[in-house]
T-cell receptor, first 109, second 117 residues
Framework: GQSLEQPSEVTAVEGAIVQINCTYQ??????LSWYQQHDGGAPTFLSY????GLEETGRFSSFLSRSDSYGYLLLQELQMKDSASYFC??????????FGTGTRLLVSP | GAGVSQSPSNKVTEKGKDVELRCDPI?????LYWYRQSLGQGLEFLIY????????KSGLPSDRFSAERTGGSVSTLTIQRTQQEDSAVYLC???????????????FGSGTRLTVV
């Protein structure tokens, strides 16, 4: 079977740093993606890691350790607009993404 | 178009009726995906198209669900004899090369919120 584990909810204050973890067990693995979804909105692509290490894109960074079947999304200098759900997703190599159940991030003033 | 367009944005239907959901992908995107998202849940894969063919339809929950894609563009997801458990947001996504792992990933539409009463 396929499973991706994420915390259901994370809270933080504006300006802080938050890390959202994702552990996965899948039948195949070619890469880990992260998506952001605001309430009522479409998921939007944030990042993709195919190899171990850290990828940085502005305030967001994503990390992957294939040996640990683990990745995380790091959000720095949090802003109110970062309040959203964040999904990790695994490319299993069968031309589709398998998504986690999502982490709801609440940013307070 | 500039983005992935889905219609209708909202659909309320009576149990037992058939519904059709439409997806208009980004022009030139060869890969098209349908996902379903129940309230507060993750995204459940339904079906994948490469061009007009569907190499993977393993996520369709039952034979009441079907989908087609014509002209390598528009796709329609049909649910026959709808049931209350079909209530969810149906999301469509497209990508340029079946590029599950490519930079840019999927581009999702805003979805169709289906409510079966």
């Amino acid at each position: 079977g396929q499973s991706l584990e994420q915390p259901s909810e994370v809270t933080a204050v504006e300006g802080a740093i938050v890390q959202i973890n994702c552990t996965y067990q899948t039948s195949g693995f070619y890469g880990l993606s992260w998506y952001q979804q605001h309430d009522g909105g479409a998921p939007t692509f944030l990042s993709y890691n195919a190899l171990d290490g850290l990828e940085e894109t502005g305030r967001f960074s994503s990390f992957l350790s294939r040996s640990d079947s683990y990745g995380y999304l790091l959000l720095q200098e949090l802003q109110m607009k970062d309040s959203a759900s964040y999904f990790c997703a695994v490319n299993t190599g069968f031309q589709k993404l398998v998504f986690g159940t999502g982490t709801r991030l609440l940013v307070s003033p | 178009g500039a983005g992935v367009s889905q219609s209708p944005s909202n659909k309320v239907t009576e149990k037992g009726k058939d519904v059709e959901l439409r997806c208009d992908p980004i022009s030139g995107h060869t890969a098209l995906y349908w996902y379903r998202q129940s309230l507060g849940q993750g995204l459940e894969f339904l079906i994948y198209f490469q061009g007009n063919s569907a190499p993977d339809k393993s996520g369709l929950p039952s034979d009441r669900f079907s989908a087609e894609r014509t002209g390598g563009s528009v796709s329609t997801l049909t649910i026959q004899r709808t049931q209350q458990e079909d209530s969810a947001v149906y999301l469509c996504a497209s990508s340029s090369e079946g590029g599950v792992g490519s930079v840019g990933g999927y581009t999702f539409g805003s979805g169709t919120r289906l409510t079966v009463v």
